[in-house]
């Protein structure tokens, strides 16, 4: 079983930064993510991140946003710069452990314009 705190949510003005933090319990953690929903909207795919320091990103996000992980810590972090009104949003850490894919509570962004 993994379990997955996230941390670091907040209200911040558009053109804003902040960074989220994602700490994973467990041992042998493949591949990181994070997700985002909105109101009204589904959850998608934000970033990822392999245990080797791939990185994929969500075209919207590109730019902005950088994921990257430490290892030792079982850590994944997302700095999210030049924020936007539509970045709002409730943010998911998840990671997989072998097959399987666990998720965090969420975190609460909001970016006022």
């Known amino acids: 079983q993994v379990q997955l705190v996230e941390s670091g949510g907040g209200l911040v003005q558009a053109g804003g930064s902040l960074r989220l933090s994602c700490a994973a319990s467990?041992?042998?953690?493949?591949?990181m993510a994070w997700y985002r929903q909105a109101p009204g909207k589904q959850r998608e795919l934000v970033a990822t991140i392999t245990e080797g320091g791939s990185t994929n990103y969500a075209d919207s996000v590109k730019g902005r946003y950088t994921i990257s992980r430490d290892n030792a810590e079982n850590t994944v972090y997302l700095q999210m710069d030049s924020l936007k009104p539509e970045d709002t949003a409730v943010y998911y850490c998840s990671a997989r452990r072998l097959y399987t894919w666990y998720w965090g509570r969420g975190t609460q962004v909001t970016v006022s314009s």
């Open positions: 467990g041992s042998s953690i493949n591949a």
